[in-house]
């Protein structure tokens, strides 16, 4: 028990001192203001230089992260087929993949899956 405390106080001091340095190490101050203003050949920027990204681009690639995550899910489960109990093996690996399914489907219909609207 006196281990677990231990670790998690020193995990949480940790965070703590971590959380401090990079809030004292990028403190801006009004001088830095004119270095992050866009630099062109010493004129003042005619149009802002920060363009707008599409919102359906971060729908897309969330969309591919959450896949990506499902498919470190599923790989071991192709390796404990041999050790586990083929009902409950089956049973778990038909629910998990009928959620998947659905859930692919929810976003299909919600016009999510096409780039051009």
Known sequence: MLKIIMSVSMTIMLSIIM??????ISKKSMMDREKMSPFECGFD?????RVPSSSQFFLIAVLFLIFDIEIVI????????KTSNMMYWFMTSTMFL?????????EWKNGILEWAN
Do not use: D, F, Q
Not at 45 to 49: L, Q
Not at 74 to 81: A, G, R, S, Y
Not at 98 to 106: D, F, N, Q, S
């Open 74 to 81: 599923i790989l071991p489960m192709i390796i404990t087929i």
């Open 19 to 24: 959380m401090t340095l990079c809030m004292l």
């Open 98 to 106: 009928i959620i998947l399914i659905i859930g692919l489907y929810h």
């Open 45 to 49: 920027p005619k149009s802002s230089s």
